[in-house]
């Protein structure tokens, strides 16, 4: 799969960078194609590219946009739907806190607030000390016997038009820790509709940058 990562938006828009692929898979010289995008508009415009075999998109608790906007149009399409950051920079991990220091390569540290690119790309583009507050309100809602790294990527694999979610991992323990949340079984219609209301009502208002 060759992926184009975030490109421009009048560079999808123009519809010729697709061109370049076409050629390249008649060609033989990759086997499919599909894109990284930051909006549900960038991810439109690119569902309408003949041959688009996947969207990869920011997708977690506190970014649901997607359900609505473009699960059913991905799926009528046949395009996989890869997600990225479904712990919103580790605020979903729920072990961040007030006055953490992030290294100075780490986009925590120098994107909080858009200063380098689109905000939502950090911390699901909600203020970060604001983000703490609602991971705190959000784990009054986790069951007894999980943890929210769980509910955050369980949730996420409920969804069937998700093909595949690529969580980071800033160690080796982590790795196994996120991918037994395959392992798990669905979460209840209630809880999926408790966290739909907490999205609407708590997360919304303070979500920052193209979405």
């Known amino acids: 799969l060759t992926q184009l990562h975030c490109i421009p938006t009048e ?22 194609f599909g ?13 309408k590219q003949e041959g688009l ?26 395009v996989s739907l890869i997600i990225r950051l479904p712990l919103a920079s580790g605020l979903l991990g729920g ?9 100075k390569n780490d ?6 607030d858009g200063q380098c690119f689109n905000v ?6 909600i203020p970060f000390n604001r983000g703490l507050s609602l991971v705190e309100e959000l784990k009054t809602l986790v069951p007894e016997g999980m943890d929210l790294i769980q509910i955050a990527l ?22 196994p820790e996120n991918a037994s949340a395959s392992q798990l079984p669905s979460l209840s219609k209630s809880l999926h509709a408790k966290l739909n209301v907490f ?13």
């Not at 939502?120 to 583009?125: V, Y």
């Open 35 to 47: 894109a990284s995008v930051e909006s549900i508009a960038e991810a439109h415009t690119c569902l």
């Open 107 to 112: 986009h925590r540290l120098f994107n909080s």
């Open 154 to 175: 369980r949730w996420i694999l409920d969804f069937d038009a998700v093909t595949v979610v690529i969580p980071g991992s800033k160690s080796p323990n982590q790795v």
């Open 53 to 78: 075999a996947s969207l990869q998109i920011i997708f977690n608790i506190f970014r649901q946009k997607p359900i609505a906007a473009l699960f059913d149009q991905a799926k009528a399409k046949r």
């Open 11 to 32: 560079l999808m828009d123009s519809g010729e960078v697709f061109e370049w692929l076409r050629i390249l898979q008649q060609e033989g010289k990759i086997k499919r």
């Open 120 to 125: 939502g790309e950090t911390f699901a583009g």
């Open 199 to 211: 999205y609407n009502e708590k997360i919304i208002q303070h979500i920052r940058g193209k979405y």
């Open 95 to 103: 072990r961040l806190h007030p006055g953490i220091s992030f290294p």
